[in-house]
């Protein structure tokens, strides 16, 4: 399974910023995913969640962001969506995306995986 992150760069303090990233396998194709999320790494600071959606739309989100992002997922293309408007500098970081329990070719794959990651950098 391969995460295909996308979206990040510089924003000004108060701005907005949306974040993709798309699921795929090597061969055949995804059948479902039980959820996907993004977490991000802040300077010196350890991984944290942002938020995560579950295949039942159920979403969840990090005290820090909520109020000021939206998780989405468009299913047909596995792909999920990071919105996030009223940016701070402490929203600086790299974030990665994330999908847990990927069925793909009837296998359930029970494993985390993760994008390569995408800066963000909220600054003047």
């Known amino acids: 399974v391969q995460l295909q992150a996308s979206g990040g760069g510089l924003v000004q303090p108060g701005g907005s910023l949306r974040l993709s990233c798309a699921a795929s396998?090597?061969?055949?194709?995804?059948?479902?995913?039980?959820?996907m999320g993004w977490y991000r790494r802040a300077p010196g600071k350890q991984r944290d969640l942002v938020a995560q959606i579950f295949s039942s739309g159920t979403t969840d989100y990090a005290p820090s962001v909520k109020g000021r992002a939206t998780i989405s997922v468009d299913s047909t293309k596995n792909t999920v969506f990071l919105e996030m408007h009223s940016l701070k500098p402490e929203d600086t970081a790299v974030y990665y995306c994330n999908a847990y329990n990927v069925r793909a070719g009837g296998i359930l794959y029970s494993n985390n995986f993760w994008g390569q990651g995408t800066l963000v950098t909220v600054s003047r």
């Open positions: 396998v090597t061969s055949g194709s995804i059948d479902s995913i039980n959820n």
